[in-house]
């Protein structure tokens, strides 16, 4: 599957935009690490592996047969401006040719933002099979407080060594596992945008991406008839695919959508205190909430209200309405949803012009996703949270209504969750 994906490199034949593949060597195997040192003999003089304590055994590992720099960042470090600017004052003196990430989700984000900005590129070496951003073109940061997506650097190659990170905690794997998952309602999104606003979808991504996902499912429900390293590699390789129709993308878009926004939301915590949650748990999580709001819309008699598609964006981007969550980081989100004024808004975008037809679309597609309790299921076989209370959340009505109707704001990037939302905020 992985060799097929770089043939999608170049003008695509099904979209006709020219899709850019960045990395040009994936291993996964056994020998990954030797493929790895032997890679860095070959292409750096001035090679910086960036870790932290929890993985700094293996990039002193790949130190002691390769002439390599190595930071050591404290044990869950999160991708943000201060992780970020420590690496770069380590690196910087040193002029490097090259940087490894030897970690998991956070540690290739700090590097992939540090490598953009350095102008150096950066191979991936992951640890766990926890998340899907390890071969991605874009870094999920929380600066200053505020959960963003800057674009980056994807790796020129990635080498995912099944004697590591298949012995990474069952919790990471688990993570992993339902980082994919969460890929039912990111495509719903992205099909439902596509419809509503002419949004760019090549399905030949969005199809890579479906595989990934089928791929993934098949795995959990299949769990019993693989070995633990075996099932740990089937993670790894959704995992990987799913970042590479990001990079064929340009954009997080085939991967995140609703559920992450959800996340993110949680991760910048606030209207509860700081959970410890990994992304894909959340993720997980905040599936199985979307997947029962846009059920709830599936039951309703007509989804194409008036408010439905035509919004009242003064309401919706109501300062006062904002700053009841968003505080400080309002001006921030304002920024974000409505970088070049209100009619750069997502939501400015819709046009419908027969809400019958678009009403049936929609339908369709919601028609095709799990049951919030199908979704449970998965979670649950693949030992990963499937409630609020599981990560530490509140299971109140007010705490999840307030996620519902302020995590869209986190982007400014259409999904069903928005335009439930900016509904509802219309109306009120």
């Not at 420590?86 to 040193?94: D, G, Q, R, W, Y």
């Not at 870094?139 to 012995?167: E, I, N, R």
């Not at 309790?373 to 990963?384: H, K, S």
Request: one cysteine or more; glycine letters at 6%; a negative charge.
């Amino acid at each position: 599957m992985i060799e097929k994906v770089k043939s999608m490199a170049g003008i695509c034949p099904t979209c006709g935009r020219n899709h850019a593949l960045v990395t040009g060597e994936i291993v996964i195997g056994p020998d990954a690490t030797e493929q790895l040192i032997t890679y860095i003999e070959k292409n750096s003089h001035t090679c910086v592996i960036i870790c932290d304590t929890n993985t700094e055994k293996y990039a002193r590992r790949i130190q002691s047969a390769a002439i390599a720099h190595v930071f050591v960042l404290p044990e869950y470090s999160h991708a943000t401006e201060i992780t970020t600017a420590a690496t770069a004052e380590f690196a910087s003196p040193l002029k490097p040719d090259l940087f490894i990430a030897c970690g998991s989700g956070s540690i290739h984000d700090i590097v992939r933002y540090v490598a953009c900005q350095m102008n150096v590129p950066f191979v991936s070496y992951p640890t766990a099979a926890s998340v899907d951003g390890f071969v991605s073109g874009v870094a999920a940061m929380t600066w200053h407080g505020q959960k963003l997506t800057f674009s980056a650097k994807a790796p020129v190659a990635v080498f995912a060594d099944d004697d590591v990170y298949a012995q990474a905690p069952a919790r990471l794997t688990a993570s992993g596992a339902a980082d994919i998952l969460g890929k039912y309602t990111a495509l719903a999104d992205w099909r439902i945008a596509h419809r509503m606003t002419g949004e760019h979808l090549c399905e030949a991504i969005y199809q890579l991406e479906k595989d990934a996902l089928d791929a993934v499912k098949e795995t959990i429900l299949h769990r019993d008839e693989c070995t633990a390293a075996e099932y740990a590699r089937r993670i790894m390789e959704g995992l990987l695919l799913s970042g590479l129709a990001m990079q064929l993308q340009g954009n997080s878009r085939p991967a995140s959508g609703a559920e992450h926004h959800l996340s993110h939301f949680w991760e910048m915590h606030l209207i509860h205190p700081e959970i410890d949650a990994l992304h894909g748990e959340a993720v997980g999580v905040g599936l199985v909430q979307v997947l029962t709001l846009y059920h709830s819309l599936y039951r309703r008699r007509s989804i194409m209200t008036d408010a439905f598609f035509r919004p009242d964006l003064a309401k919706v981007f109501d300062r006062a309405y904002l700053e009841e969550v968003f505080g400080a980081l309002t001006d921030g989100i304002l920024d974000e949803n409505m970088p070049d004024g209100m009619a750069s808004s997502s939501l400015s975008h819709i046009e419908v012009e027969n809400p019958l037809i678009a009403d049936s679309q929609i339908r369709q597609v919601l028609a095709d996703l799990p049951t919030p309790d199908e979704a449970r299921n998965l979670l649950r076989l693949c030992g990963a949270p499937d409630a609020l209370s599981q990560i530490g959340l509140p299971e109140d009505d007010d705490f999840l209504m307030r996620s519902l109707n302020y995590a869209p704001y986190v982007r400014n990037r259409l999904t069903l969750m928005k335009m439930m939302s900016a509904e509802t905020v219309t109306v009120q």
